[in-house]
């Protein structure tokens, strides 16, 4: 993990240049989200809010206004392209898009902006490559441990402030099954948001969850481990549970 932060850290910034059409093309869908009535309308519905006073308008509500926005348009069918991660139209806007709303808040110049997304996408490869690709657990949770391990970045934190975002991440959001695509994942997208804001700001201030709590231990590598040993040893008949009930209402 301490590989892709000096990666993204001091390598060119040329060579991060892909990174851009993401910024882009996952920005536009967040605004077609945000002016049109699209899914459950969260995105939407979250700005809104803010913008009549019922929400702050922070780093917080921005993150999860944007990113459930994009969700809410991609999940009802608007048909704008959207940079993936690990093969996810969604895992690629739970990353980018927290961390382009932080980096709006802050007034980060490309740069910062280029290198946190660059953190983010290879934090969240990093643990689906040990979770699968596929599996019972919602791939919400590794994209925004991957925001947040950007938007600490942002906030000019440490390596291992981040290896603390990645942490509290963990220890909120294990567990969230991945129950189908549909028009409620914007839920899920923008409660991970939420969490992965939190995580960052915690981890800023030298909060971490102890090594003491559930599957946390005290390296990273280890958390993830058991992450992984818990999604595809522990739940190992969730999909197979989540379809009989899903084929059920259909009787």
Do not use: W
């Amino acid at each position: 993990m301490k590989d892709y932060y000096d990666f993204c850290r001091d390598t060119d910034i040329d060579k991060l240049e892909l990174i851009d059409l993401g910024l882009i093309l996952n920005r536009r869908i967040a605004d077609f989200g945000l002016s049109n009535k699209s899914g459950i309308n969260v995105g939407k519905m979250i700005m809104e809010q803010i913008n009549s006073g019922l929400l702050g308008d922070d780093i917080h509500h921005y993150a999860m206004a944007l990113t459930a926005a994009a969700t809410d348009a991609r999940m009802s069918g608007c048909n704008l392209p959207v940079i993936s991660n690990s093969g996810s139209g969604n895992q690629g806007l739970a990353i980018t898009l927290p961390i382009i709303a932080v980096a709006e808040k802050l007034g980060s110049n490309q740069e910062e902006l280029i290198r946190a997304l660059a953190m983010g996408h290879l934090v969240s490869v990093h643990i689906k490559q040990k979770i699968g690709i596929l599996s019972c657990i919602c791939g919400c949770l590794s994209a925004s441990a991957g925001a947040a391990s950007g938007i600490v970045m942002l906030l000019k934190g440490t390596y291992p402030q981040i290896e603390y975002a990645i942490k509290n991440m963990i220890a909120d959001t294990a567990g969230m099954v991945c129950d189908g695509a549909k028009e409620g994942c914007s839920l899920k997208v923008a409660t991970t948001t939420s969490a992965a804001v939190q995580a960052a700001l915690l981890a800023k201030t030298g909060i971490c969850v102890s090594s003491n709590d559930g599957i946390i231990t005290d390296s990273i590598e280890g958390t993830i481990d058991n992450l992984a040993y818990f999604v595809n040893k522990g739940m190992q008949d969730a999909d197979s549970t989540i379809l009989n009930i899903m084929l059920n209402k259909i009787k």
